[in-house]
């Protein structure tokens, strides 16, 4: 079974640009959660995507936004780019939410200059 | 809201030697408890989770780990280390579906380092 892809891997924005981000989850999962990780702040969730809905979210600002495909597929986009978005961004898909395994992509490196 | 702390963020062990990774966290409602490690320029991978029953919970790997509710701990062991062990490892922490905000709060890691 194919695991998590993430396109591009790596991305250099200017700031002020948007950028959008592309999870495939694994064949069958119908949850994708996106996260931001940094060296200063971890790892933090962003939002979760189940059967099209936005099921969950976490405190990010409004510039953060993504959505769900009927194929599960899920896009991140982020408005406005600022220096403090550089990061990794991870996508992680599971059968139904966090309760179950969730496996991770290996992420979408995004450097904002 | 949940929170997680990770008391140790560098850890340097000896290879073969034991291994504790501390782990509490905080929360006003039930949770799943999980450790989750990553390799360098890897994603996550799921180590071993805590959803209900025996607080001894066994996972990949050789790893195990204790939930302990009194003392809101989630410690990670593993009786002997190997070259291959060496990553970062992150707890993390979800309130249960039941809540309706079964989101994933991870702690800040810890890096294990395996010395030959």
């Known amino acids: 079974k194919a695991g998590v892809t993430q396109t591009p891997r790596y991305l250099i924005k200017t700031r002020g640009q948007q950028v959008t981000l592309s999870c495939s989850p694994i064949?069958?999962?119908?949850?994708v959660s996106w996260y931001q990780q940094t060296p200063g702040q971890g790892l933090q969730f962003l939002f979760e995507y189940f059967s099209e809905t936005q099921r969950n979210k976490g405190n990010f600002p409004g510039r953060f936004s993504g959505r769900q495909f009927s194929n599960s597929r899920s896009e991140m986009n982020v408005s406005t780019l600022e220096l403090g978005d550089s990061a990794l961004y991870l996508c992680a898909s599971s059968v139904a939410g966090t309760a179950h395994e969730q496996y991770f992509g290996p992420g979408t490196r995004l450097t904002v200059t | 809201a949940q929170s997680v702390t990770q008391l140790d963020s560098q850890v340097p062990v000896f290879e073969e030697a034991p291994v504790e990774l501390r782990c509490n966290y905080s929360s006003s409602v039930s949770v799943y408890l999980f450790w989750y490690v990553q390799y360098p320029n890897q994603g996550l991978q799921l180590l071993l989770k805590y959803l209900s029953g025996s607080t001894l919970v066994k996972g990949i790997n050789g790893f195990e780990a204790e939930f302990n509710k009194s003392q809101t701990s989630f410690h990670l062991r593993k009786p002997s280390v190997h070259i291959s062990d060496t990553a970062e490892y992150f707890c993390?922490?979800?309130?249960?579906?039941?809540?309706?905000?079964?989101?994933?709060?991870f702690g800040t890691g810890t890096r294990l380092t395996i010395i030959p």
């Open positions: 993390a922490v979800s309130a249960t579906p039941s809540t309706g905000n079964e989101k994933l709060t």
């Open positions: 064949s069958g999962h119908r949850s």
